[in-house]
C-alpha cells in the first residue's frame, strides 16, 4: 500500500493529528460537564482516520465542507486549536468570535467553509468551491465530507449528479458511522452507497475508516482524478462513532457491551500504533512523546479558553452580514 511508503515525519505528523482530534473530543466532553460551553457538541472521537487520511492530500488553497460533527475536519484540514476551543466555548478569541460554536466552526484562510447543523448542506456548497476552480483554471479540489444520513439527502444526490455532469473536481467523502442521529443506517439507506456514485457514472470507493492507510490511499487517487479534471468521487467510509450522537443523547440505542467492542476492537490509533512499530517505521516511544505533547496542548488550549474574554456587544452585529458593495 502507498500509505506505508509515507516518510517518518508523514507518520508522526498524521498519528500526531489523529491524536489531538480524539484528546480535543474526550476534553470537550468532560468539559461539557461543567455547564461552561453553550450549546450542544457532536464529537467525531473515533473517526480520526477519516478526517486525517482525505486531508492529509489537501493544501490550504483546497476547500472543505463540514457537518455538525465537524471538530476532526477542522483540525485535520489545519485550523488553530486554540481558536477552535476558545470557539467551542463562546469565547471572543475564538476563531469566529464565539459566534459559530461547535456547530458552525469556520476558517477560510485555512480552505475550511465550515461546519454546518444542515444535514446534507455541505454537497452544494463544495459543489461551488470546486466549480470556482475549474473557472479559475486552477487545480484545487474541493471536497465535501457528510454522513450516512446526508446520502438520502435531496441536496446530495443533486450535487452528486451536478459534480458528475460537469466533471467537477470534488471528493464526497460520506463517513458512515452507521447512525443517522439515533436511526440505525439499515433502516433507512437502501442498497450500498457506491452503488448511487455508480448509477451516475462517477468513480468510488469503500474505504475502512479505522485503517488510516486505507483512506489515505482512496483519497490520494481521487484527489489526483480531481486534480487532474477527471472528475469526482465518492469516496464511502466506514466509521465507528465513540460517542452519542450529540453530549446530552443517551446513546442507548447501543448495548454497552457494543460500545465496549467498538472501542477495543475499532480504535483507529490503536490499528495505526500496530501497524507502524510491527513494520519498524516508528516505534512505541515515538509515539507516545506525541501522546504527551498532545495532552498539553489541549491542556493548554482549555486553560487560554477559559480566561479568554467573552465577546462584546459591539460586536454583535460584526461578522454577521457580508458587505458586497
Given amino acids: 500500500m502507498t500509505g506505508m511508503q509515507l516518510s517518518r515525519d508523514e507518520l508522526l505528523r498524521a498519528y500526531r493529528t489523529m491524536r ?3 484528546v480535543f473530543e474526550d476534553r470537550v466532553s468532560a468539559e461539557m460537564a461543567s455547564g461552561d460551553i453553550p450549546g450542544n457538541t457532536h464529537l467525531y472521537a473515533g473517526q480520526e482516520a477519516s478526517a486525517v487520511g482525505v486531508c492529509f492530500h489537501l493544501t490550504e488553497d483546497d476547500k472543505i465542507a463540514s457537518t455538525h460533527r465537524g471538530h476532526g475536519h477542522c483540525i485535520a484540514k489545519g485550523c488553530d486549536v486554540d481558536g477552535m476551543m476558545a470557539e467551542i466555548f463562546g469565547k471572543d478569541t475564538g476563531i469566529c468570535r464565539g459566534k459559530g460554536g461547535s456547530m458552525h466552526i469556520a476558517d477560510l484562510s485555512k480552505g475550511m467553509l465550515g461546519a454546518n447543523g444542515i444535514v446534507g448542506g455541505g454537497p452544494p ?54 447512525f443517522g442521529e439515533a436511526t440505525a443506517k439499515s433502516f433507512v439507506v437502501a442498497g450500498e452507497i457506491t452503488k448511487r456514485a455508480e448509477a451516475l457514472g462517477m468513480a468510488s470507493a469503500h ?51 457494543e460500545k465496549s467492542a467498538m472501542r477495543r476492537e475499532r480504535d483507529c490509533l490503536a490499528v495505526f500504533r500496530s501497524r507502524v512499530t510491527q513494520a519498524k517505521l516508528l516505534d512505541d516511544a515515538d509515539l507516545d512523546r506525541v501522546d504527551a505533547e498532545v495532552q498539553q496542548l489541549i491542556d ?15 460586536t454583535l452585529t460584526t461578522d454577521v452580514y457580508v458587505r458586497y458593495v
Fill in 20 to 22: 489531538i482530534i480524539r
Fill in 125 to 178: 456548497l463544495a459543489c461551488g468551491a470546486a466549480l470556482t476552480a475549474q473557472v479559475l483554471n486552477r487545480d484545487d479540489v474541493a471536497v465535501c465530507f457528510s454522513g450516512d444520513g446526508a446520502i438520502n439527502q435531496g441536496t446530495t444526490a443533486e450535487s452528486m449528479n451536478l459534480a458528475q455532469i460537469w466533471k467537477l473536481p470534488v471528493i464526497f467523502a460520506v463517513e458512515d458511522n452507521g
Fill in 207 to 257: 474505504v475502512d475508516g479505522v485503517d488510516f492507510f486505507a483512506v489515505h490511499d482512496a483519497a490520494q487517487e481521487a484527489v489526483a482524478r480531481a486534480r487532474r479534471g477527471e472528475g469526482p468521487t465518492l469516496l464511502h467510509i466506514e466509521t465507528p462513532r465513540y460517542y452519542g450522537h450529540f453530549s446530552g443523547d443517551p446513546d442507548n440505542y447501543r448495548t454497552p457491551e
Fill in 300 to 314: 493548554s488550549a482549555v486553560k487560554a479558553a477559559r480566561a479568554a474574554p467573552q465577546p462584546g456587544l459591539e
